[in-house]
């Protein structure tokens, strides 16, 4: 157990609504990032951190942002949620040396659906 | 473009068969994952390697730089191995992974 916890696990929201999700680890990591998974398209990469106040944006960052207080809280906010948003969203860390010396490891994962 | 491309797509097979699932990718790549995802859970990085082959249990990977090609195998393999596995690329200079598709395995009792 990597110390990842997504919450909330569902959410059903409306179309306009604000949402924002929550990742929070005990581990202490330099990395953390957000992806989505949809049918077809596997895990995409939303936005990503290096560490507190430093973030960056993914391959599909339109209509998110993110936000890195403190190093154990990754938030990802839809700013106004849309259908298109419906997916299945993952938290994910690595170790201070990221990815390329370390795997990742990833949260159990919000279901979010906008109607 | 830094691309990650695995195949088959889909694989089932009977328990006891051994598996193999192929992932190429581009140029330049600092590591290579393997992940694995059941149904409905979440996902679980099984390997992490740059060169050779590393093996836990009855799953083993490898990799050939020179041929930019890395492979998952099973031997024995049970119903409970029934996942989905990912494959996923760090490209040097990036502190991000580039996904492939996904393997979706059936292994049938």
């Known amino acids: 157990d990597a110390g990842i916890t997504q919450s909330p696990r569902h959410k059903v929201t409306e179309t306009g609504t604000p949402v924002t999700l929550r990742c929070h680890q005990t581990?202490?990591?330099?990395?953390m990032y957000w992806y989505r998974q949809d049918p077809g398209h596997g895990l995409r990469l939303i936005h990503y951190?290096?560490?507190?106040?430093?973030?960056d944006k993914g391959e599909v960052s339109d209509g998110y942002s993110v936000s890195r207080s403190k190093t154990e809280d990754f938030l990802l906010t839809l700013e106004s949620a849309t259908s298109s948003q419906t997916s299945v969203y993952f938290c994910?860390?690595?170790?201070?040396?990221?990815?390329?010396?370390?795997?990742?490891?990833f949260g159990n994962g919000t279901r979010l659906t906008v109607t | 473009k830094n691309e990650v491309e695995q195949s088959p797509q889909n694989l089932t097979a009977q328990e006891g068969e051994f598996i193999t699932i192929n992932c190429s990718y581009s140029?330049?790549?600092?590591?290579l994952h393997w992940l694995q995802q059941h149904p409905g859970g979440g996902i679980v990085s099984l390997f992490m390697l740059s060169s050779g082959k590393k093996k836990h249990g009855r799953l083993i990977a490898t990799i050939n730089i020179q041929e930019k090609h890395s492979s998952l195998h099973i031997t024995a393999s049970h119903p409970r191995d029934s996942a989905v596995y990912i494959c996923a690329a760090t490209y040097q200079g990036a502190q991000k992974l580039v996904f492939g598709q996904g393997t979706r395995l059936t292994i049938n009792p």
């Open positions: 140029v330049g790549i600092s590591a």
């Open positions: 994910a860390i690595s170790t201070n040396k990221g990815v390329v010396d370390s795997p990742l490891h």
């Open positions: 581990e202490n990591h330099r990395y």
């Open positions: 951190s290096y560490g507190v106040k430093d973030t």
